[in-house]
């Protein structure tokens, strides 16, 4: 049976939107009451006084409900909500409709043109960020190279992703595992509609967002391959990776029909899809690759700290454009995704900070700022997920171990894991996703099908697992394809010579300190 209380909040949001779109308030007061009776309202009351809207509603069987809410500052000229939702209400008047029918509705009604932007925004940082994440923590004869290897990324994803990235991750469905060609270059998309995977916001936004995914994705794989790569095959390698690795997770995952989604394995913002694709591929790569010459006889040290910290505080800002952006929507799940963010990736800068202290007795700047990005890795694909009491256990336990594994790759295995591309986003993806199916909640996001292990049901928890090891399998068997066919084309590294001189000079040509007294020759 139906109650005021599942209509409440959606006619608060009708009223809202047509009182900013400019429509007279008797004309709003009209419409709502209208609509209620429609969806089988036994009292419908709407009042606008001064600046909240005030909605009682009663059903048949249960008291009158009264909910206030204030309104935004009205503005505009465009009465089309007015007449659709007028429409919408003589459709129903006779057959009414459930709560959740007229919510999808609505948004069809309300699908947002302008204000989705800010996510796209946010994405966008954070997608430009790791060039000075990076490029800060690499030595200064190689900090060119590094920007430019992200630099470079993000132009042929953007490339890649509108020709057919999209299609093959999102279009159509077969076996599970791809998409097709349906929508080359977009063709066949309307600016103005919504598409099949939000009904809220235009299809381009969606498309849009989903870019900024495929642009920071394989720019992360790079922290492992720096100093030695040579600049001609990374190129090539990201461009069979996006193909072999990265659309066919994206649909696994994210599209429709994909196998990964259809078995019940939830990853909210790209635990699964960036971080462990990434983080898996970068550490075949670097092993394939060999170590820098004199890694075991040369201390590495960071060039520039405040490149790192400026990278770090940038991909904070625009991490909250992936995780909060993945509700795809501003509301209560967007909110909540943006404070577990905040939380997990607060909690692991506290705990690196106190590793920190216990190795070394001070506190780093390098250290908070590599906290802070692996809180937010950690908190990816349970963001809009887990309940907001377990973001500070997921943030605070991914610092110890991702330091744990980095100390075991670099000192005990050898493996020159250069920027710590696997030992943060690898691991920390991997705890993440281990995490979500500990602590997920069916009641916070319906997509979860089941509860965590913590609350007694051990589905989710297993469906995460099978997530992992497959993304683990396909990084893995993809990037060794990958490689086989740019050894076709390339060789994968540089000259002794060059590594010696730095790949600045030897594959860019240019120095970022450029001086006249021959210091940085």
Not at 343 to 352: C, E, H, Q, R
């Amino acid at each position: 049976m139906q109650t005021s209380k599942d209509f409440l909040h959606i006619f608060l949001d009708m009223g809202d939107a047509l009182l900013n779109s400019g429509a007279e308030i008797f004309r709003v007061e009209d419409t709502l009451n209208r609509m209620g009776y429609a969806c089988g309202a036994a009292q419908m009351n709407v009042f606008v006084i001064t600046s909240s809207i005030v909605i009682t509603m009663e059903f048949p069987g249960e008291g009158a409900r009264t909910q206030t809410r204030r309104i935004r500052e009205c503005g505009g000229n465009d009465f089309t909500k007015l007449e659709q939702l007028n429409d919408l209400s003589r459709r129903f008047c006779n057959h009414p409709v459930p709560a959740a029918e007229l919510r999808k509705e609505f948004d069809k009604i309300n699908i947002n043109k302008t204000k989705p932007l800010w996510k796209l925004l946010g994405s966008l940082l954070a997608a430009c960020s790791f060039a000075f994440f990076y490029g800060g923590m690499v030595r200064r004869k190689n900090v060119v190279n590094t920007m430019m290897a992200c630099t470079f990324i993000m132009g042929l994803s953007v490339v890649m992703w509108i020709l057919f990235g999209y299609s093959l991750s999102f279009g159509g469905n077969h076996g599970g595992i791809i998409g097709d060609l349906r929508w080359f270059a977009l063709n066949g998309i309307s600016m103005n509609e919504a598409g099949p995977y939000a009904d809220n916001i235009p299809h381009f936004v969606y498309i849009a967002f989903q870019m900024m995914f495929a642009m920071i994705t394989p720019a992360l794989i790079t922290g492992s391959l720096v100093g030695r790569v040579k600049f001609k095959a990374l190129f090539f390698f990201i461009m069979f990776w996006s193909i072999l690795v990265y659309y066919p997770m994206a649909h696994m995952v994210w599209g429709q029909g994909g196998f990964l989604a259809e078995i019940g394995s939830v990853d909210f913002a790209g635990g699964n899809v960036v971080h462990i694709s990434s983080g898996v591929s970068a550490l075949i790569f670097a092993i394939i690759l060999g170590r820098r010459k004199g890694y075991e006889n040369t201390a590495y040290r960071i060039h520039n700290i405040p490149f790192v910290a400026l990278g770090a505080f940038i991909l904070w800002f625009g991490w909250f454009g992936f995780n909060a952006g993945s509700a795809l929507g501003a509301n209560g799940l967007a909110a909540h995704a943006f404070l577990t963010s905040a939380i997990a990736s607060a909690s692991a800068m506290m705990s690196w900070m106190l590793i920190d202290v216990i190795k070394d007795g001070k506190p780093t700047l390098v250290g908070a700022s590599t906290g802070l990005v692996v809180g937010l890795v950690a908190i990816t694909p349970g963001a809009g997920f887990v309940p907001i009491w377990s973001a500070f256990i997921i943030g605070a336990l991914v610092s110890p171990i991702c330091c744990g594994m980095i100390t075991l790759l670099k000192k005990k295995l050898k493996i020159d894991d250069a920027l710590d591309a696997f030992g943060c986003h690898g691991i920390g993806g991997v705890w993440g996703g281990i995490a979500t199916g500990l602590f997920g909640k069916s009641s916070i996001n319906s997509v979860a099908r089941w509860d965590g292990l913590f609350f007694g049901d051990y589905h989710l928890f297993v469906a995460q697992l099978i997530g992992i090891v497959v993304t683990i399998v396909v990084a893995v068997v993809g990037t060794f394809i990958c490689l086989g066919l740019v050894r076709l084309i390339t060789p994968l590294r540089v000259s002794d010579k060059e590594e010696k001189i730095g790949l600045d000079i030897a594959e860019q040509g240019e120095s970022a300190y450029p001086t006249f007294n021959g210091l940085d020759s």
